[in-house]
Nanobody, 120 residues
């Protein structure tokens, strides 16, 4: 059974930084893609970034230059380093294993989410 468990959310002030982590278990493919999504109250879910096990990464325009996605293949762990955070980054952040390796691509498995709140 595949499980994704996020951690690292919290509250931070405008301009601050946070690091999210997502550990996958029960998934044994050597080639795979994972990504981060977010959903703010009253808004549609948005793809944030994606990382392939071959090392390639892609980002939504809204986070380019501020967020860095990385994938530790040995640990099946996905990270999202977020800096220069803005109040509009406030959302529930979800990690996923992607079938379509791009921000917002179709996902096969989802984590339960971790809340990020940025105050002005």
């Amino acid at each position: 059974q595949v499980q994704l468990v996020e951690s690292g959310g919290g509250s931070v002030q405008h301009g601050g930084s946070l690091r999210l982590a997502c550990r996958a278990s029960g998934y044994t493919y050597s080639s795979y893609c994972m990504g981060w999504f977010r959903q703010a109250p009253g808004k549609e879910r948005e793809g944030v970034a994606a990382a392939d096990s071959d090392g390639s990464t892609t980002y939504a325009d809204s986070v380019k230059g501020r967020f860095t996605i990385s994938l530790d293949n040995a640990k099946y762990t996905l990270y999202l380093e977020m800096s220069s955070l803005k109040p509009e980054d406030t959302a529930m952040y979800y990690c996923a294993i992607l079938r379509d390796c791009r921000p917002g691509g179709a996902a096969s498995y989802w984590g339960q989410g971790t809340q990020v709140t940025v105050s002005s």
